[in-house]
């Protein structure tokens, strides 16, 4: 079984729709992240959480809120979509160790017409 | 400003056929420099960190190296299974565990 999943794997919606991405995890990990990713760009960081009581604004949070419902569990939501929000999305985690690696979720691609 | 840059965008290779993937970086203090692999349609799997200048992992055909300017992915005689997009990011010192990003290296390795 995948470490980290990711749901949906698929969407499209239409542009003022509210939507959420939902993440979790079996890496027992403390630490999880939200990315996006566009064509030709590196991927830029959304939102972070180092525990279930700590969320913090990446490079690119307008439009976007999270939730950590427990350690396992981070979502990502778009409030009301717009067209430009049309990208891959993923999650990832990170242990509270020296090497911080981070693993990656297998995404979410969503469209917003 | 923290940056990374990847070089070049696009590479085609022959089966066979060693090269090497570019990864210059400014970060204002390095905690570590990351690299993945990615899939089409799929999430980034981690390949290699890299801590200081001078430091070497290798993993099957893949070589990673760090100076205090930039990283090279080495691949030796690839085959068509290496084709992926290289992804390179590095973590600055101090702050949170920001991963800087650069665009990444589409590989296509022909037979």
């Known amino acids: 079984d995948a470490d980290v999943t990711q749901t949906p794997r698929n969407r499209i919606t239409k542009t003022g729709k509210r939507i959420m991405l939902e993440c979790s995890q079996t890496?027992?990990?403390?630490?999880m992240y939200w990315y996006r990713q566009d064509p030709g760009l590196g991927l830029q960081l959304i939102y972070y959480s180092f525990d279930v009581k700590d969320i913090n604004k990446g490079e690119i949070s307008d439009g976007y809120s999270v939730s950590r419902q427990a350690q396992a569990k981070f979502s990502l939501s778009l409030e009301s979509a717009i067209p430009n929000q049309t990208a891959l999305y993923f999650c990832a985690t990170s242990a509270r160790d020296k090497s911080d690696t981070q693993y990656f979720g297998p995404g979410t691609r969503l469209t917003v017409l | 400003e923290d940056q990374v840059t990847q070089s070049p965008e696009a590479l085609r290779l022959q089966e066979g056929e060693s090269s090497s993937l570019n990864c210059s970086y400014t970060v204002s203090g390095l905690r570590g420099l990351f690299w993945y692999r990615q899939d089409p349609g799929k999430g980034p799997e981690f390949l290699f960190t890299?801590?200081?200048a001078g430091e070497e992992k290798e993993k099957e055909r893949l070589k990673a190296t760090l100076t205090k300017k930039e990283s090279f992915l080495h691949i030796t005689a690839p085959k068509p299974e290496d084709s992926a997009t290289y992804l390179c990011?590095?973590?600055?010192?101090?702050?949170?565990?920001?991963?800087?990003f650069g665009a990444g290296t589409r590989l296509a390795v022909h037979p």
């Open positions: 890496k027992g990990h403390d630490r």
């Open positions: 890299l801590y200081s």
């Open positions: 990011a590095v973590q600055a010192a101090g702050g949170y565990n920001k991963l800087i």
